[in-house]
């Protein structure tokens, strides 16, 4: 798949060379116009220094797919748990503590963004939540959702793809999984965008209060619910949470303090991040008709459908990157690292490596590594909830194809906005013109 973000970037104002290349030592992730079209500069990053220091971020950005690798694989040296607080609320961390322990039932850490051993306890209890065979039986309510949504619009010719596609089909989702009754999709979407922002390193001390407010109403209405489960479960994943077991002689359960992050972790990581993907889907259908054609051709074929599904996550991951800090002095592709250094892990940028997956930007389903992908991370990490999105995204692109035709961008290209976070590539609004298919 051709792509023009080298000339976006110029359009934007970013340190380009002559040449049109980045210039490394001007650059920062933190440019809105790299944000939005970053791949010129993860190639500049692999290139020419792909332990790459970013003053303005005051992070290393590891942009090799195996440099990553080494990474998620040693998470004695790389620690995600103080990766992560470093990065939570940067620049307002004790203000946007107090403001939840004040106003929002308290501070909750994420306990899945933990290190081992309390990560391994944690991760054990909340995959109850996640079996293969739950999650395929999902499949026909999933369908149900998106084939209702589609046609819903189907015969208006154009929608904006975010807010009424992704965003309430992925939150539909979520939330009948998680038992949440009479949900507002704008409530829920602007809960995500907050507790996102946390990670994303853009926000101003007034987004900051902002978010911290619509962190507080979440907790409390989430605080509600896990309460009701207590005393009367029900067949949904927070109950699964609430009373899930393990063969641990000493902590079997999750305590209080820990279901209610678990909770708002399942809650916006499952609508958030996948809705991005299916913005990605509908982007590329709209911009790609060659890969379009490839999709409708997959359509029947269960096999090719997932693998098409595989190299979408591939070429456009949902997930720009996570934090990690160095434990010790260490070395990394060549670069030698301080104790205490913030690193962040760039997924997209690995996904993009020439050296793994030739010709990159291409979109390629007969790959024979497509199963290399980091979309969802790596290692004792990985995505606890990949089998869910990947199911999501399989069904959101079989009725889609199957029910809309010449779906084409109602906007020009360089017209589109990203959301200003490091943490994913999210677009903001995707109008989108169409036909329904006869």
Not at 170 to 197: D, M
Not at 362 to 391: K, Q, T
């Amino acid at each position: 798949m051709a792509t023009s973000e080298t000339e976006g970037q110029r359009g934007g104002g970013c340190p380009v060379s002559a040449q049109g290349d980045i210039r490394l030592d001007q650059a920062s992730l933190s440019d809105p116009a790299i944000l939005a079209h970053p791949n010129a500069f993860y190639r500049a990053m692999r290139t020419q220094d792909p332990v790459h220091y970013d003053a303005r971020l005051d992070m290393y950005l590891v942009s090799r797919f195996d440099d990553l690798q080494a990474v998620v694989k040693d998470p004695a040296t790389f620690s995600l748990e103080r990766g992560y607080k470093e990065q939570y609320a940067k620049g307002f961390s004790d203000e946007f503590q107090q403001i939840l322990i004040r106003d929002g039932g308290g501070f909750f850490g994420d306990p899945i963004m933990t290190d081992p051993p309390y990560h391994t306890r944690i991760r054990k209890l909340m995959e109850s939540a996640f079996t293969g065979h739950r999650v395929k039986e999902l499949e026909p309510r999933i369908t149900a959702i998106v084939s209702e949504l589609i046609e819903s619009f189907a015969d208006k010719g154009r929608i904006d793809a975010v807010n009424e596609f992704s965003v309430p089909m992925t939150v539909r989702v979520i939330c009948e999984q998680l038992g949440l009754e009479h949900f507002a999709r704008e409530k829920i979407q602007g809960w995500s965008l907050a507790v996102t922002a946390q990670i994303g390193r853009m926000q101003t001390r007034e987004q900051m209060l902002e978010n911290a407010r619509q962190i507080c109403e979440l907790q409390n209405y989430l605080i509600q619910c896990i309460r009701e489960r207590e005393t009367e479960p029900r067949e949904d994943m927070i109950s699964d949470l609430v009373h899930a077991r393990s063969d641990d002689s000493e902590n079997p359960t999750l305590s209080f303090e820990e279901v209610v992050p678990l909770v708002r972790a399942l809650l916006i990581a499952g609508n958030e991040t996948t809705a991005t993907a299916m913005t990605n889907l509908l982007f590329i259908l709209a911009t790609e008709p060659d890969i379009a054609r490839q999709l409708a051709a997959a359509v029947d074929d269960e096999r090719l459908l997932n693998r098409f599904v595989e190299e979408l996550l591939r070429l456009e991951p949902p997930v720009r990157g996570l934090a990690r800090m160095t434990t010790r002095e260490t070395e990394l592709g060549g670069t030698r690292l301080p104790a205490g250094a913030h690193l962040l892990l760039l997924f997209a940028s690995a996904n993009d490596d020439e050296t793994v997956f030739p010709n990159p930007r291409e979109f390629d389903i007969n790959r024979s590594n497509l199963g290399r992908h980091v979309a969802f991370s790596a290692g004792i990490h990985r995505c606890v909830g990949l089998a869910l999105a990947r199911m999501e995204l399989k069904v959101a692109a079989r009725e889609i194809v199957k029910r809309l035709d010449n779906i084409r961008l109602d906007i020009a290209p360089e017209d589109i906005k990203y959301l200003p976070t490091i943490a994913t590539h999210s677009i903001e609004h995707l109008p989108l013109m169409f036909t329904r298919r006869k």
